[in-house]
């Protein structure tokens, strides 16, 4: 009977041993669950970023062309009409104030600053999309401000 207790006892120590060292501990798992997690977060963080760069549509070259082309048009237009304003005020009989000057000389900047942006997309070309709609924006804006400085409202 004695040796029938010491091999159960044997047994049950094999059988113990066993089972705590081939389970992990709760802190274990807790580790282990949270290293996936990160890793997921990574994975779903490069998915992403592979999607924007997707997402981000590049002006092809004949597109490019056409905008560029029409965008020089309209700043050269825009030129025209702040010379022309430019001399207008030169001419003697009328009175300029400075305000009306300093207007101009905005005017003229934001022009100058719609070109370099054209030359500084032509080398970049990031979102087309982007750039285009708040290119045409912009120069939308300066279009109606040309328009606003020439109208007389001083009735």
């Not at 949270?34 to 779903?44: A, P």
């Not at 048009?73 to 000057?101: C, H």
Request: glycine residues 2%.
């Amino acid at each position: 009977m004695r040796t029938l207790v010491i091999n159960f006892l044997i047994a049950m120590v094999i059988l113990a041993h066993a089972v705590f060292t081939g389970c992990q501990s709760s802190a274990d798992k807790l580790e282990a669950a949270n290293q996936n997690v990160e890793k997921e977060k990574q994975d779903l963080q490069e998915a992403q970023k592979d999607a924007n760069a997707v997402a981000v549509k590049v002006a092809n070259a004949e597109e490019w062309a056409a905008f560029k082309t029409e965008s020089e048009v309209k700043i050269k237009d825009n030129q025209i009409r702040i010379d022309e304003l430019k001399v207008k005020m030169s001419k003697p009989g009328k009175t300029f104030d400075a305000m009306y000057a300093k207007n101009i000389e905005n005017l003229e900047q934001k022009n100058k600053d719609l070109k370099a942006r054209i030359g500084a997309y032509e080398a970049n070309q990031s979102d087309w999309d982007s750039f285009k709609r708040e290119f045409n924006h912009d120069m939308d804006e300066l279009g109606q401000a040309l328009r606003d400085l020439t109208v007389n409202n001083k009735n």
